[in-house]
């Protein structure tokens, strides 16, 4: 079975390619940064403008790279929701528009499944059942999965995310947008011992999160030193702040590996690909003798691929998923553990 994939969540637009009996075929990727740097942050309604704009050439791209041609796709997925309203829209009237036009079932897809099931893609998959570690900007959750569609909450974020406290204290800093990124590069250069930040809930005995508190000890750092902050300083904090969240990823996880009893951990979503995170969660794996698992750097962000792949699991399942009813809804808040497959 060969699913086309469309991604329009947010700000990236990707389309991909999967094939049941070959792998993933192609995938392509837009990334509009650049775009929404200057305004600091995603405009909802320039990035639905751009999803419009990027999606058909991505499909030409992919098609091309696949050696395909559009008649041969079986089926489509495209990202239901979460995420904004106006760039979910784009991309579900797009797959359900070329599903009515080429005759083909679609399939509506999580973002967070598919970021879920992402490191399936990797030639060294991770088997069933596994913790697994969702955390980007949008969200950071702690889920227990035991199959495609079998997924139990074992804790989340009671405030801002993981990525999203990553975005807010580069700001603070100066470091401009995206902010995850910039704020591990220069934490690189710190100091360890000038500023220590708070773990918030890092000895609670439950699994959930709470970051807000760390952006905010930022915050009070940087406004007390307003008038001489130097970039050595600004160094020094940032490698405060990347200790202090890696601190509380990494035990929460340990935390969850034991609750549950497993030795596999995978994560996923944008922080995934931050190196001291990775770093941390080797060395503890090498310590605590379980099995860490990765998306590729490339499949970290948001993409095609993973829409692609979710879609496609989801079918081989249920083969009646997928319907060739083209009137569409997309679902800006959509709890994962809504999911299920009976």
């Not at 329009?8 to 009996?21: F, N, R």
């Not at 889920?143 to 569609?149: C, L, Y």
């Not at 959930?208 to 760390?214: E, N, T």
């Not at 090498?286 to 879609?311: H, Q, S, W």
Request: proline share 5%; net charge neutral; hydrophobic share 45%.
């Amino acid at each position: 079975m060969l699913v086309l994939g469309v991604e329009s969540s947010c700000d990236e637009t990707g389309l991909a390619l999967y094939d049941t009996q070959r792998g993933l075929l192609a995938h392509a990727l837009y990334s509009q940064v650049a775009m929404h740097e200057q305004y600091g942050g995603v405009v909802p309604e320039l990035a639905s403008r751009d999803h419009i704009r990027r999606a058909i050439p991505l499909l030409e791209q992919v098609l091309a790279e696949g050696g395909l041609e559009r008649g041969m796709i079986d089926a489509i997925a495209y990202t239901q929701g979460p995420g904004l309203a106006g760039a979910l829209l784009v991309g579900a009237s797009i797959a359900c528009g070329l599903g009515l036009a080429l005759d083909k079932p679609v399939l509506g897809v999580h973002h967070l499944e598919g970021h879920l099931l992402s490191p399936l893609l990797a030639d060294d998959p991770p088997a069933f059942p596994f913790v697994a570690l969702l955390v980007s900007g949008g969200h950071t959750q702690l889920m227990r999965v035991d199959g495609v569609g079998q997924y139990a909450l074992l804790g989340e974020t009671m405030d801002d995310a993981a990525g999203e406290a990553f975005d807010k204290s580069a700001k603070l800093l100066g470091l401009g947008y995206p902010g995850g990124p910039a704020i591990s590069r220069l934490a690189e250069f710190g100091d360890p011992d000038v500023y220590t930040l708070p773990r918030p809930m890092l000895h609670s005995k439950n699994l959930d999160f709470s970051f807000s508190g760390l952006k905010t000890a930022v915050l009070t750092v940087v406004k007390n030193r307003i008038t001489n902050i130097c970039e050595q300083d600004k160094a020094n904090v940032a490698r405060a702040f990347v200790d202090a969240m890696v601190d509380v990823l990494t035990a929460k996880c340990l935390a969850a590996l034991k609750q549950t009893g497993l030795k596999r951990l995978v994560i996923a979503g944008g922080v995934g690909a931050n190196r001291q995170l990775r770093d941390a969660l080797n060395a503890a794996a090498a310590k605590k003798r379980f099995r860490v698992y990765y998306p590729a750097l490339e499949f970290c962000t948001d993409n095609g691929a993973m829409i692609a792949f979710a879609g496609a699991m989801r079918l081989q399942i249920h083969p009646d998923a997928a319907k060739r009813d083209y009137a569409f809804n997309v679902r800006p808040r959509w709890p994962l553990d809504e999911l299920r497959i009976t």
